[in-house]
């Protein structure tokens, strides 16, 4: 059967999620036009997934997109137009690894401790950190917990939050997902459903970043894991995921979390699969300069709109983080 090659669109609307994994054998989205707009809605970043076994990344990205006449080689530029935040409320904090409950990477392989299940369906069982629990045999099972965390809410223009206290928490908790705004393509259980509430009464001006915008790697990975300190974990892992040290070299570090990934920012990023593969999400409301603690209270993640342009050409090879926003990308 032949293929027909579908004509590239000055707009490509986004509103499919990944499992977690970024596969350049599967197909992508689009094509978009060099120069051409992507709009995509975004799910919470981060802790959400966490808490989702079924997700095998750590984070929930938007399906790729082709970029027309991108190919490796090449570099894409991605501007940036606009951020918005579209969730009501979300929470973090410091995490721990909870022994026995993954196969070696607590984001790449969750594993349920009771039934020994890898990536387990699970269902929501009340609130807190005992809520996640395994379809197949009803253990609490997922691979992080808060140490110390927080639940913020966000006021109407979606400029400033504050955190509140246990009672506010909770009641939060209890209508997580709508207070998350998850999309319909979300899989994750929000980490509302968490209520923390170890830090009361602290207000902070949003500022929101995309923590995760970049191409699709030349091998299928983790998408927390397409990064040069974070791909590390997967050299000799014991897990489907693992790769080689010459393997981590086909990532393309589009998970950078930092908070310069803003409106009017001007991203190059590198192409090493043909059209490039623009995917974006992990969008955090506010952050500091880096996750130096992990999770700490300058690291909010929100569901939110995107609006990103893309431009590819030819380019050497480069060396090498609520509703969602839009990115225009060309070549």
């Known amino acids: 059967m032949t293929e027909t090659r579908t004509e590239a669109r000055r707009t490509v609307m986004v509103s499919e999620l990944t499992d977690g994994i970024l596969d350049p054998s599967k197909p992508m989205l689009g094509p978009v036009t060099s120069g051409g707009t992507i709009v995509g809605n975004t799910a919470p970043g981060c802790w959400g997934p966490m808490i989702t076994p079924r997700i095998r990344g750590g984070h929930e990205v938007t399906r790729p997109v082709f970029v027309d006449g991108a190919m490796p080689g090449d570099a894409v530029v991605l501007r940036i137009r606009d951020i918005n935040v579209t969730s009501f409320a979300t929470a973090s904090g410091h995490d721990r690894w909870v ?57 109407e223009t979606r400029q400033v939050g504050v955190t509140v206290p246990q009672e506010a928490a909770e009641r939060i908790a209890r209508s997580a997902n709508q207070f ?47 990064a040069g300190d974070f791909g590390s974990a997967l050299i000799g892992a014991p897990h ?24 009017g920012a001007i991203l190059l990023a590198p192409v090493k699969v043909p059209g490039a593969g623009i995917y974006f999400g992990d969008m955090h409301a506010l952050q500091g300069d880096g996750e ?40």
């Open 99 to 155: 022994e026995g409950h993954f196969l070696g990477d607590p984001y790449a392989a969750p594993r349920c401790p009771n039934c020994g299940t890898l990536y387990p369906d699970t269902y929501v069982e009340g609130i807190g950190q005992q809520a996640v629990r395994c379809v197949k045999c009803n253990t609490p099972v997922t691979p992080f917990q808060i140490v110390n965390g927080y639940t913020v809410v966000f006021d």
């Open 180 to 226: 998350a705004a998850l999309p319909e393509s979300s899989a994750q259980h929000s980490i509302l459903l968490y209520a923390p509430h170890d830090l009361v009464g602290l207000a902070a001006r949003l500022r929101p970043f995309l923590g995760q915008l970049g191409t699709t790697p030349a091998i299928r990975m983790p998408d927390s894991h397409n």
């Open 240 to 263: 489907e995921y693992a790769i080689t040290a010459d393997q981590l070299e086909l990532r393309t570090d589009g998970h950078m979390d930092i908070d310069a990934v803003r409106p």
């Open 292 to 331: 130096i603690a992990g999770h700490s209270f300058w690291h909010r993640d929100a569901g939110g709109r995107a609006f990103e342009r893309a431009y590819t050409g030819r380019a050497d090879p480069i060396p090498v983080s609520g509703r969602f926003a839009a990115v225009s990308p060309a070549t």
